[in-house]
């Protein structure tokens, strides 16, 4: 670890309240979710049990953690509120590292976990199980006479999975270092029953990343055997156009039942995409473009396009439009490309740097002519305005790659593998 990243202690976290950015109290923590990996990795902490007024408890992903300090965890404010529901291939720091019996590994003296360190990795706002604070002995009447000490998290024997175990949770821990494409490749050639235990272990921003790769046979298999609430959870995190391409292969009745269970800015943004024809620029824009006001500057800009969850293809261009700034947007006043950004003061407005030449697409523009636009120009993205100049999103290339590729293309194994263990 990086000197100088936080390290916390996660007894002092144990019921500290939680705010969201505008200092309104979520709820309470109430204990800390982890992951074991394999290859001798520390575990990895996916998010914090949150208890909420009504006393029921919530799952908080650390993505959404944008603080952990004097006594106190800051959210971005965008908080799930359905009820926690533990998975097999995740343990409770509170609940079932604490207290737990383990050895030294180079002495094998047992000891007894008193307390766990948590720390963030530089630049990122993911979290490691850092050290363990443990007592010697073996406890009883003479626990509190033992020898305390901090030891790593590698000192201590049993949080690693084996590098070639078969179950999901190893399975699980070893995709979590490929790509979503290359998770996608590697689902796809599992048995069904082998694929529903994996994503069913995975948490849902990773399974929306790796539902966007794969085939629509896949995808609706996977969906159809999630519980609905947790399909409807997993729909929220995809991009909006694939969640629309998702849905729209599903029966009537079970699009509608999923519909009502997502969030209703979700699912509306959903429901216009789905109003559009598949194979023109509103049926492959997506409606989560980087949108900046003309009173935006350069550092704005910039922090936005930085943000890890971005696309390289959304990342490359921002929208500048007049208020609202969420789509569809007021009046679309133009685009400035990431380039342009690099080259001019930070205090510049982003409204002076606008490239206005190139005109925006409407949504019923045909797929031949958004190619043909994004050849021509050299662009990346193309942004979608309606008939009163309101931006309602961008055409990626990736999108458009999609519809132009072969169906069979995610099938192609650009590794070389021959599979993944326990795929037979």
């Known amino acids: 670890m990086a000197p100088g990243t936080p390290r916390v202690f996660v007894s002092h976290l144990s019921g500290v309240p939680v705010f969201d950015p505008n200092g309104d109290q979520v709820g309470r923590v109430r204990d800390l979710v982890a992951m074991l990996r394999v290859g001798g990795r520390p575990p990895r902490l996916l998010g914090i049990v949150v208890e909420v007024v009504s006393r029921r408890r919530i799952f908080l992903p650390m993505t959404r953690v944008t603080g952990i300090e004097s006594g106190q965890v800051i959210t971005t404010g965008v908080v799930n509120m359905r009820r926690f529901e533990q998975r097999p291939t995740e343990r409770l720091v509170l609940g079932e590292f604490l207290d737990r019996r383990v050895s030294l590994v180079e002495t094998g003296e047992e000891v007894t976990i008193l307390d766990v360190a948590i720390q963030q990795l530089p630049a990122r706002r993911d979290w490691e199980i850092d050290k363990y604070f443990v007592r010697k002995g073996r406890g009883g009447a003479l626990r509190r006479k033992g020898e305390t000490l901090t030891v790593e998290w590698s000192a201590v024997s049993g949080f690693s999975l084996e590098e070639h175990g078969q179950g999901a949770e190893s399975l699980v821990a070893t995709f979590e270092k490929?790509?979503?494409t290359d998770v996608a490749n590697a689902l796809h050639h599992l048995t069904p029953k082998r694929r529903a235990e994996v994503a069913a272990a995975l948490d849902d921003d990773r399974l929306a990343d790796v539902l966007?790769?794969?085939?629509?046979?896949?995808?609706?298999?996977?969906?159809g055997k999630l519980k609905e609430e947790r399909a409807a959870d997993v729909l929220e995190a995809m991009d909006p156009d694939d969640a629309a391409d998702l849905l729209s292969e599903?029966?009537?009745?079970?699009?509608?039942?999923?519909?009502?269970?997502?969030?209703?800015?979700?699912?509306?943004?959903?429901?216009?995409?789905?109003?559009?024809?598949?194979?023109?620029a509103g049926g492959l824009m997506t409606t989560e473009p980087i949108i900046l006001r003309p009173d935006a500057t350069v550092a704005d800009a910039l922090a936005r396009v930085r943000q890890s969850d971005l696309s390289p293809a959304l990342a490359a261009q921002v929208y500048v439009c007049r208020s609202p700034d969420e789509t569809p947007t007021g009046k679309y006043l133009g685009t400035v490309h990431f380039q342009r950004l690099l080259r001019d003061p930070p205090f510049t407005l982003v409204s002076s740097l606008v490239d206005s030449d190139l005109v925006a697409l409407p949504p019923h523009t045909p797929l031949s002519v958004v190619t043909s636009y994004l050849a021509a120009y050299n662009m990346v993205s193309v942004p979608v305005v309606d008939e009163s100049g309101s931006l309602l999103g961008a055409v990626t290339v990736d999108d458009v790659l999609d519809h132009l590729l072969p169906d069979d293309w995610r099938e192609t194994d650009f590794h070389g593998r021959e599979g993944v263990p326990g795929d037979r």
Do not use: G, N
């Open 178 to 180: 490929l790509r979503p």
């Open 212 to 223: 966007e790769e794969l085939p629509e046979d896949d995808q609706v298999e996977i969906i």
């Open 250 to 280: 599903l029966p009537e009745a079970d699009k509608e039942r999923l519909l009502t269970l997502m969030r209703p800015d979700d699912a509306a943004d959903v429901r216009r995409l789905m109003s559009y024809e598949e194979r023109t």
